[in-house]
């Protein structure tokens, strides 16, 4: 029974469907609770710390640490090799873990750019939202020590390819602490928000 099954450190939980998916970043894997059936198993991973594409029996993670999915992959926010990655949820039986930004171990950084040109720094968290919402259309990534929010597209998923970059302000967010939110800002501040330029707001917005 799924209760007689030690953990090791899981950080991060994932629903999607009948199944429950686990960041057990103790363990460096990932895993998959049936609560139908009452069963918890390695769902990906070999237990090696490290970057290893392929088969997820064969796959090497390094703590992965936060979990999200579109409904076709899981994204995994693996810190100590600060990458984001990807395992394709199509068939339970096959399931295919691949990276889709990111460096390895001790190979970290702050700089935008597609696949293994791109750096993050122990990122502990992802999120996805569908193309449909504001700002949607990416997974957006908790860079920890870049003290950032980055954001992540697949651009080719057959060839499984991927940007990163530091994302753009969107209109729809509310204002905190009393400032305005950019939908208040002036048009020139949107402007300026839109090409990617560095702000530093007064408490006015401007």
């Known amino acids: 029974a799924a209760r007689e099954m030690p953990l090791n450190s899981p950080w991060d939980l994932c629903l999607l469907g009948d199944k429950l998916y686990i960041a057990m970043a103790g ?6 609770y049936d609560p139908d059936r009452d069963v918890v198993r390695v769902f990906a991973g070999s237990g090696a710390e490290g970057r ?5 029996d064969e796959a090497a993670l390094a703590q992965p640490s936060g979990l999200a999915t579109d409904g076709i992959a899981l994204y995994v926010a693996d810190s100590e090799i600060s990458c984001v990655r990807s395992v394709q ?3 339970d039986d096959h399931p295919w873990v691949r990276t889709l930004a990111g460096g390895d171990l001790f190979q970290f950084g702050d700089r935008d750019g597609k696949g293994d040109v791109a750096r993050l720094q122990h990122p502990l968290g992802v999120a996805w939202v569908p193309a449909d919402a504001p700002g949607g259309g990416f997974v957006y990534v908790a860079d920890t020590y870049n003290h950032k929010i980055r954001r992540l597209r697949e651009l080719h998923r057959d060839r499984h390819l991927a940007r990163v970059d530091a994302g753009h302000p969107q209109p729809s967010l509310p204002g905190r602490a009393g400032r305005p939110g950019p939908a ?3 048009a020139r501040t949107r402007r300026r928000a839109a090409q990617g330029r560095t702000l530093r ?6």
């Open 52 to 56: 290893a594409d392929g088969p997820a």
């Open 201 to 206: 707001l007064r408490a006015d917005g401007r």
């Open 89 to 91: 949820l199509r068939s």
């Open 184 to 186: 208040e800002w002036p």
């Open 27 to 32: 363990l460096h894997q990932l895993w998959a």
